[in-house]
C-alpha cells in the first residue's frame, strides 16, 4: 500500500534525526503546570481512503500543552467529503437487483442509484509524544481516537434505507507521525501523516498547517 510505504519512509526519516539531549531532557521532564490552552492551528489535508475517492479535507487543532512528560494534549475537528468509487456503487445496485428479483421471482430491473457523496466531520483527541531533534524541529507521534459523525447523501437516495445506512456515528483511533518548527513565539508550522481506523474504514492523511500561539512555550521548546 502506498500511503503505508509513505509512512515507512517518514519514519525512517525520524529515526536518522538524533534527539538533542539537553532540551530533550527538559521537555521530559515537564509536568500538569503546562496543561493550558495555548493555541490553534488551521491546516489542509489529503486523504486516500478505502471504499470512496481520495480528496481533500480541512481541520482545526487546539493545543492544551502537557500533560506530563514530553506528553501533549491536542482535541482536533476535522471535515471531509467524497463520493463513492464506482465499483462500491455498482456492487450496491447488484445488490438491489437481485434482492427485487428474488422478491418477486421476475426480471430484476435495472438500477441506477447514480453517484453517492459520504462526508464526515471527526471530533478527535490526540496525544502527542514529543521530542526535539537538531536544526530547532520538534518531532511527535503517538495515538488519537475521534467520534466519526457520517453521513450519506445522493439524489437517488435520500429519505431511503440506503440513506439510513450510510448515516452514522462510529468510533476510531488513529497513529499519527509529525513534525513542527517555531517560526516564532506565536508562529509555528507542522505537517503530520495520520493513518485512521474505524470498524470498516480505513484511510491515511498527510496534512500541513499553521499554529497561532498566545500561551508560552514550555522548556525545550524554543527554536
Known amino acids: 500500500m502506498a500511503a503505508a510505504r509513505t509512512l515507512c ?34 491546516d489542509w489535508g489529503y486523504l486516500w481512503p478505502r471504499r470512496v475517492e481520495p480528496t481533500g479535507s480541512v481541520a482545526l487543532r487546539f493545543d492544551m500543552g502537557y500533560a506530563g512528560p514530553g506528553l501533549r494534549i491536542m482535541p482536533s475537528v476535522m471535515y471531509w467529503s467524497s463520493p463513492f468509487e464506482q465499483s462500491e456503487i455498482t456492487e450496491l445496485e447488484d445488490h438491489i437487483e437481485a434482492l427485487i428479483g428474488d422478491q418477486t421471482g421476475g426480471v430484476p430491473p435495472d438500477v441506477d442509484l447514480g453517484s453517492i457523496e459520504w462526508q464526515d466531520i471527526a471530533i478527535g483527541l490526540d496525544a502527542h509524544v514529543v521530542w526535539d531533534t537538531l536544526f530547532g524541529f520538534l518531532t511527535y507521534g503517538g495515538l488519537g481516537i475521534a467520534a466519526h459523525i457520517l453521513d ?71 527554536r
Open 9 to 42: 519512509g517518514v519514519l525512517a526519516l525520524v529515526c536518522l534525526l538524533a534527539p538533542r539531549g539537553a532540551s530533550g531532557q527538559e521537555l521530559a521532564d515537564l509536568d500538569y503546570e503546562y496543561l493550558t490552552f495555548r493555541g490553534v492551528g488551521f
Open 152 to 222: 450519506g447523501s445522493g439524489d437517488a437516495i435520500d429519505g431511503t434505507l440506503v440513506d439510513d445506512l450510510l448515516d452514522s456515528v462510529t468510533a476510531g483511533f488513529n497513529l499519527h507521525l509529525g513534525m513542527e518548527y517555531p517560526i516564532s513565539p506565536r508562529l509555528r508550522v507542522y505537517s503530520v501523516g495520520k493513518y485512521e481506523v474505524l470498524s470498516d474504514f480505513q484511510y491515511f492523511t498527510a496534512r500541513a498547517g499553521l499554529q497561532f500561539m498566545w500561551g508560552p512555550m514550555a522548556p525545550g521548546e524554543e
